[in-house]
């Protein structure tokens, strides 16, 4: 009998790496996570990595083939297979490719986050089936993946969808990118809180987040208090819609994708944000576009999303290789 | 002997109707035009269009074969094969397919001008072997054609690439899209001598440009006193670039493109446009985009551009079908 076909799908974050093993159909066979250990060598971390995944493997009770590897992380480069300057990273630059090639022999894809989130959806999740669309994780910042022509959008140096940090006012919020105005700094779970400090300065609304201090605020807070009605938290999303509204209008103008797909923390919010944000997508949209764009949550919330979307984008490297549609 | 094989490529414009017969290598054999008649039925349009282009290639000394059609004209629908309410013309809904088909068995596609105008830049022009690249049409509007992993973008519904509405401000110019603040309003030859009387209203520059009413004023009145050094020519060339470079920066962060193309009318006024386009665009990058991009010019202006391009879109599908690459 034939060995199970399974990939390994690793998730790089500042703090933890998440990994596990994915087969051919989404399952997610085996899983875990280490720490990060952002301060130590690169070396030592992938080292560590291996035998843990080692052993994870060796866990599992059916017998597996491993395929390939798929890893996402923060600014990692697909072309050249490595990771560049990773914000929470103390590593300036790491040669992924190598640094794996040294414990297995198998085909390896790396890029970031968004984009196997975006992967994860067309292969797994509310994108199956489409061949346009875009994936918009709501976290601490905002990151993007497209889909285009059935195919992620890597662009000329392996870095496009960074729809966060289109610009959204160009004397506007200062962003972690050094930049002013980024849509992040506006639509993510910190540009929330941001926001509720903006709106603290220049409304009278009142609100029981008023006794926060900018250090204490979450989005959690100010979701909890929109939840029971506070006029200034409900204010907050409503202006984090208008702003994500219209931003996504222009992403509608470049692309025409058949959805936009939200996942991430800030996205569990629902209704809250994305009655404000489809309001004032379909007020900018082109006349051509309008109602034709269907806002969707993500379809993989519950089952390990970051892994699976790593698998994905290994099982579709692997998939072009052996002619598979 | 075989007979050289040619394709015919076909503008259709609010005016006039361009048409020609194009090579495998972009060399348009015969060209000429005649009046669209925009307010004749379709059907006797496209009668009058197959017997113009049928004595044109009657005049062509070489024996060549028709291996297909390709057609650039406003609103186009590539997956439907339609022309959906055109701007400039009275044709509500036209099936172009179904039209030409009573004259024509061989493949056809059509596009909208910008579209055609980027495969055409690829096939023959500026962006030869690239594989990731935006083509901007600077007219009366702002049109564009976006191509991605080597193929170009249509979207879900056909009508990707809409740049020239994206939004600049959303409380800004009305545009003839019905909406406020399209890029249009501002990145076009209409746009620029909108930005002439609005700094007429908003500045004390001295001008030449102030003798001239809003009806007569004309992006080559406001080129020529900008050569003459004419402040507030000058500051309209410099405010429609900022406005575009903010814009082309958006575009970036989306699709990663190794370059940006310009064509059209507007395009001709050069550096005094693009300088400050290309600085307002570098300043407003993700930090991993800068110095990546180059800004370049159409290598098709002298070279019946329109019909070049109507011609590569078929010749594009063509080589998919027999699998060249």
């Known amino acids: 009998m034939p060995k199970l076909q399974v990939v390994l799908g690793i998730d790089i974050g500042g703090t933890n790496t998440k990994f596990g093993y994915v087969d051919r159909e989404g399952h997610c066979l085996a899983g875990t996570s280490i720490q990060t250990g952002a301060d130590q060598p690169a070396q030592q971390f992938f080292n560590q990595l291996q035998e843990n995944a080692k052993s994870l493997l060796e866990n599992i009770e059916e017998e597996c083939e491993l395929a390939g590897i798929g890893i996402g992380a923060p600014n990692a480069n697909y072309y050249k297979g490595t990771i560049e300057n990773p914000p929470n990273l103390k590593w300036e630059y790491v040669d992924v490719k190598a640094e794996m090639g040294r414990y297995y022999k198998v085909p390896l894809a790396i890029t970031n986050d968004a984009n196997a989130a975006a992967l994860g959806e067309m292969f797994f ?140 923390g800030l996205a569990e919010a629902g209704d809250i944000l994305f009655k404000p944000t489809h309001k004032s997508m379909e007020e900018q949209l082109f006349p051509i576009f309008r109602n034709r764009v269907k806002l969707l949550r993500s379809e993989l919330t519950q089952r390990n999303p970051a892994v699976l979307g790593a698998g994905a984008l290994i099982w579709d490297v692997l998939q072009k290789k052996d002619g598979t549609p």
Request: glycine share 14%; with cysteine.
């Open 125 to 264: 999740g509310a994108a199956r089936g489409m061949k346009d669309f875009i994936v918009i994780t709501l976290g601490t910042g905002l990151g993007s993946g497209i889909v285009a022509n059935g195919e992620l959008i890597y662009g000329a140096d392996g870095f496009a969808g960074e729809i966060g940090h289109t610009i959204v006012d160009p004397n506007g919020r200062r962003c972690g990118c050094g930049k002013l105005g980024c849509l992040e700094t506006y639509a993510s779970a910190t540009g929330l809180c941001r926001t509720v400090l903006e709106l603290s300065c220049h409304s009278n609304l009142p609100s029981e987040l008023r006794y926060f201090s900018a250090a204490e605020l979450t989005s959690e807070l100010v979701y909890q208090a929109a939840l029971r009605g506070d006029p200034l938290a409900c204010e907050a999303f409503d202006f984090t819609g208008r702003i994500l509204g219209v931003k996504l209008a222009d992403s509608v103008a470049h692309l025409s994708p058949e959805a936009i797909i939200f996942s991430g």
